[in-house]
């Protein structure tokens, strides 16, 4: 009888062990969980901002031109107000948000489509001071007077974070394939 | 309870569809999978790099969509030479660039109206149908950089990616 009882409180002092390290264990991937949210909360909103870019800058046929005035006007907010954009030949540096959000619009109205892809990226954020850099991979596919012009080029983008979350402002091509020097930049 | 999978019957009693899918031994048929895909991973990412052509700036020789094979290997016993046909890493394996090599480090390259000037002789390029007129000031190819251009002129030159590139984002020739 003392046997059974015996063993009975070693069950439950056993079962309230493995409760409490199930519970531990419970705890333990939680906070990794909420560790991890916070570790790569950055990183998950530049590449949230640059799948939405890439989203805003695609153009289907078809599309009228008050969706071309919004989209222009939404991709304005992923953009500090100072910002540069040299994307190489053929493309003609920008040094203002304006400017830049007039340069989408125009390439936008002028082609029949754009396909913008983002095929790699890689970005590392510096915390102390707020900024980070996303090397990244761009395909784009415009279609344009029947006929579609493919390019890939690789970008490097710098982000400062504000108020509003992270903005770029700076856009440069990265080595790749460096164009001869004195040729005239397309103009579309 | 213990299940037990039993693949491996008689030969007098399996029938031909079981032989074909899973062979006389499931344990051996998955191991020699595991292999061949280990072998095929391995191919494709360090020795045959499978290409799709899309764009038309190496038109007529690669047609847009077309399927092609670049061997990854090439330019480890050989420098890249000009006329080869090579791959350009853009992102790793995912994007590339197929370009051909027109000019080797150190030589003076320049277009006029349309002909290839290599150290300020005329070029003869076979693989061009339609020779354009592109026009470009002469320029020295830096050292360990080649000068790449595509195959179709008809492209105007402001519109094509051309230009020098550095040995090391060459990955490879089409080698069909």
């Known amino acids: 009888m003392s046997a059974s009882r015996e063993n009975g409180s070693v069950g439950k002092v ?27 909360h950055d990183l998950r909103q530049i590449n949230g901002k640059l799948n939405r ?18 989209r222009a006007r939404e991709i ?21 948000r304006e400017e830049l959000t007039a340069v989408i619009h125009h390439t936008r109205s002028s082609a029949e489509s754009i396909d913008v892809t983002v095929r790699d990226r890689n970005t590392s954020v510096q915390r102390t001071n ?19 012009d493919r390019d890939v080029r690789i970008f490097r983008i710098f982000w400062v974070k504000d108020r509003a979350g992270w903005v770029i402002e700076r856009v440069e091509a990265a080595d790749s394939i460096r164009p001869p020097p004195g040729l005239r930049a397309w103009e579309s | 309870m213990s299940l037990h999978l039993h693949f491996s019957p008689p030969d007098h009693q399996a029938s031909l569809f079981q032989r074909i899918l899973v062979g006389r031994d499931l344990r051996i048929t998955l191991r020699r999978g595991l292999l061949v895909a280990i072998a095929a991973w391995l191919f494709f990412r360090f020795v045959c790099l499978p290409v799709r052509v899309r764009g038309s700036s190496m038109e007529p020789t690669f047609q847009n969509g077309e399927m092609h094979a670049a061997c990854l290997l090439q330019h480890l016993w050989r420098n890249p030479q000009r006329g080869d046909v090579v791959v350009i ?22 277009f006029s109206n349309g002909v290839l000037l290599i150290d300020g002789r005329n070029f003869e390029e076979a693989y061009i149908e339609e020779h354009g007129t592109w026009t470009m ?36 020739g089409v080698v069909f």
């Open chain 2, 89 to 110: 890493s853009m992102s790793g394996t995912r994007a590339f660039y197929l370009k051909r090599i027109l000019a080797l480090p150190g030589e003076r390259i320049a």
């Open chain 1, 14 to 40: 056993q079962q309230r062990r493995s409760n409490r390290l199930l519970w531990l264990a419970v705890v333990l991937l939680g906070a990794g969980i909420v560790a991890y949210m916070i570790a790569t």
């Open chain 1, 76 to 96: 304005m907010t992923c953009f500090s107000s100072n910002v540069v954009v040299d994307l190489g030949s053929p493309w003609q540096k920008v040094a203002e």
């Open chain 2, 137 to 172: 000031p002469e320029m020295t190819v830096p050292d360990g950089e080649y000068f790449v251009a595509g195959d179709n002129r008809a492209i105007p030159i402001e519109r094509h990616t051309l230009g020098t590139v550095n040995k090391s984002m060459i990955m490879g």
């Open chain 1, 130 to 148: 707020h900024t980070a850099v996303t090397v990244t991979t761009v395909e784009a596919a415009v279609g344009y007077r029947g006929s579609v």
């Open chain 1, 53 to 70: 870019i890439a989203r805003l800058v695609s153009k289907r046929t078809g599309e009228g031109p008050l969706t071309g005035l919004t």
